[in-house]
């Protein structure tokens, strides 16, 4: 093999690898972006963790589906303590309360919706 035969050869297996350590690179950042999103996929649209809230039944619109409730701060919602109209995720969760009663709930944006998707009366 003549000098130029060798130094195209060695060109060559180091731009391989070069490509090879680059494919690797991306795949690897690929695979940490992929953890993230699923990562935030088990959070609500605030960044934290949807947990239960305490909150006083204001008024429950049956045919609307919906429920006011005044509650404390909904952390993964970036809301503070305040009053205001729900959606019900399940319709059935209306005809468990009524105004005036004390809550436990989870609330979440669903469709660009506020939604309960849990609510427990407290006793």
Do not use: W
């Not at 947990?51 to 039944?57: C, K, P």
């Not at 059935?92 to 979440?108: C, N, P, S």
């Amino acid at each position: 093999m003549n000098i130029l035969s060798k130094s195209s050869f060695s060109a060559a297996i180091i731009f391989s690898s070069a490509s090879l350590a680059f494919a690797q690179e991306a795949h690897n950042a690929q695979a940490g972006h992929d953890e993230h999103k699923a990562s935030a996929s088990a959070h609500s649209a605030g960044g934290t963790e949807a947990s239960t809230v305490d909150g006083e039944v204001k008024k429950v619109d049956k045919e609307a589906g919906k429920i006011t409730i005044r509650h404390g701060e909904l952390k993964n919602l970036g809301m503070p303590a305040m009053t205001m109209v729900f959606r019900a995720k399940d319709p059935a969760m209306l005809d468990r309360v009524k105004a005036g009663d004390k809550v436990k709930f989870i609330a979440e944006k669903v469709g660009g919706a506020f939604t309960l998707v849990q609510l427990e009366n407290v006793r």
